[in-house]
């Protein structure tokens, strides 16, 4: 059994995912971001970042793993899925992920919270942010134009860029013209799996559209958040 510490966002969303398509059991331990949860003693001693998401597995010695990218290499080690063990097979998946975890990631992120969450709208933040947002798309698109998946196979790769880039109107960032890019989100999409592990935990808003009450109150909430320092996952 793998203890999850998560919450709705991308980068907790890439971990229920892999549990999901993996079919290993687990059980969802929320936490409440906004509340500080967190950075609470008890989850620092999983996760001394204080970050979402952690695992904690049980049938392993109850041994912790922090950082997203890391879990996914760990389940995916353990499980002998999602990764191929051959040398290049598996450097293919490992140079795609940390594209996501160096590049998509933190691009996203810092549009949210020039876009979204920062009191002031300081545009050239945001147009640096979005504009490299939208050049990561590019990378991704061309690759894409020759391959069905990011790395030969579905992998765990495909699956950390995914939880990503399914939010990207929540990030300001459009997709005209990124017609490959488009087929593969809508192809991973469809997976059953998927399909459950971004219902856990299920978000307050739909991320992949401009919002409403719902999504003003998540907004203002994640700007009390950056305005004290915190961070959403």
Known sequence: ?????????????????????????????????????????????ICPNGRIPAIVDRSANDFAVFESGAILIYLAEKTGQLMPSDPQGRSR????????????????????????????????????????????FGVLNDHLAQHEYLAGDYSI???????WVRTHRWSGVEMDGLDHLKRWRDAIRQRPAVLRGIEAPPSSIDLTKDGDKAAEKFAKEAQRMVETGQSRS
């Open 157 to 163: 790769a495909d699956i950390a860029n995914w939880a």
């Open 93 to 136: 998946v490992l140079q795609w992920l940390m594209f996501q975890m160096g590049g998509i990631g933190p691009m996203m992120g810092q549009a949210n919270v020039f876009y979204r969450y920062f009191p002031e709208k300081i545009q050239p933040a945001i147009d640096r942010y979005q504009g490299e947002c939208r050049r990561l």
């Open 1 to 45: 059994m793998i203890d999850l510490y998560t919450a709705a966002t991308p980068n907790g969303h890439k971990v229920s995912i892999a549990l999901e398509e993996m079919g290993l059991p687990y059980e969802l331990k929320v936490l409440n971001l906004s509340a500080g949860e967190q950075k609470r003693p008890e989850f620092l001693a």
